[in-house]
């Protein structure tokens, strides 16, 4: 929304009650804040590479989960991502259930060494969803890190074509088979290889220049990114990241009622009730409901639909509507209710405007 009209707001109800003025503000302030995302989990997961796997300014690293020279960490993030590296533990469990529903999500980081093929990778992460209740998605962060700070070097190519054109499927069973192996190039070189792109990334490009041996260098290092799952993780937290606004946009609103209620008999009631009837404040209420972690499992990673037309709409209404009257929980049905009028609101304004 435009942050004019919450400024215009303030002035208005700081005139006529000074202290609901002041709280607004606080209100605001709150509602303004940048993200924050928190990376948390036991020591020797891999947190910090998973940090500069991620990349981004808004992350702070957190002192390590059960741990006996560490206070354990207030999980009080806009996001918090959790890092395992092998089986959940109780210690997992417990961090996990501290973090508000809708904002956690969770890596299996050297997802290259929990199991061996990428299958059984994924199966490993899906595992890990079940037990925890939070979506888990794997990830070799080393490799990100490696991939995005440095590309495959010419010579580090002219190396893994040489070993792909032997096509030797005992060659990456393990990192001392792969430098001892009768192979193409010496030993060095391989050992080299391992250094920068550990056995799992040494596959994964022997695999490519097999099926494709005129792949170019950064050919070859866009595999290992997409090999190393970044990119499902850097989709997935921008995805909760916007969930997490949006939720906070929610609990303003929430705010802004309680001062309203709080404000008896004088115009910053008023002129608080006007802002919560604003198109404004139904659009900070439909996202907010589209984020409720009761209808996750419906709306997925979509993001929120913006009918096209009236007709679009009013159809978008009536499914959140039955949607509502299913066996879904009192807080699925006040989601999908408060998304019903939203869609109200937009099939009445697009009418009055088609």
Request: charged share 20%.
């Amino acid at each position: 929304m435009d942050d004019q009209e919450l400024d215009r707001l303030i002035e208005r109800v700081h005139r006529c009650d000074p202290e609901i003025g002041m709280a607004l503000i606080a209100a605001v302030a709150e509602f303004r804040r940048p993200m924050r995302v928190q990376i948390t989990g036991r020591e020797g997961t891999g947190r910090t590479t998973v940090a500069t796997a991620l990349g981004l300014p808004e992350i702070v690293e957190t002192d390590p989960v059960d741990s006996p020279d560490f206070a354990e960490p207030e999980l009080d993030g806009d996001v918090v991502v959790y890092v395992l590296a092998a089986g959940v533990t109780d210690a997992d469990r417990e961090a996990l259930r501290s973090v508000p529903a809708g904002h956690a999500m969770a890596v299996l980081n050297k997802a290259d060494a929990v199991r061996g093929d990428c299958p059984s990778v994924l199966t490993a992460a899906n595992e890990a969803t079940k037990v925890l209740g939070v979506r888990t998605l794997p990830l070799v962060a080393t490799l990100a890190v490696q991939a995005t700070a440095s590309g495959v070097t010419t010579t580090e190519l002219g190396v893994l074509r040489a070993l792909a054109s032997a096509d030797r499927p005992t060659l990456t069973l393990s990192p001392d088979l792969f430098v001892a192996a009768d192979a193409p190039s010496d030993a060095g070189s391989r050992r080299a290889l391992l250094e920068r792109w550990e056995l799992f990334g040494v596959t994964a490009a022997l695999a490519a220049l097999q099926r494709n041996p005129q792949l170019s260098g950064r050919a070859v290092t866009q595999i290992l990114n997409a090999a190393s799952g970044i990119d499902a993780v850097r989709t997935a937290m921008s995805t909760r990241l916007r969930r997490a606004a949006s939720l906070r946009g929610g609990r303003f609103l929430d705010t802004v009622e309680r001062l309203a209620a709080r404000a008896l008999g004088s115009g910053a009631r008023d002129e608080l009730e006007g802002f919560l009837r604003s198109a404004a404040a139904a659009q900070i209420g439909l996202e907010a409901a589209w984020a409720s972690p009761s209808i996750e499992g419906v709306v997925a990673d979509h993001a929120l639909a913006v009918p096209a037309d009236a007709a679009q709409a009013l159809q978008l209404a009536r499914w959140w509507r039955n949607y509502a009257g299913g066996d879904v929980g009192a807080p699925g049905r006040r989601a999908a209710l408060a998304i019903h009028h939203g869609y109200v609101r937009a099939w009445s304004s697009l009418g009055q405007h088609g």
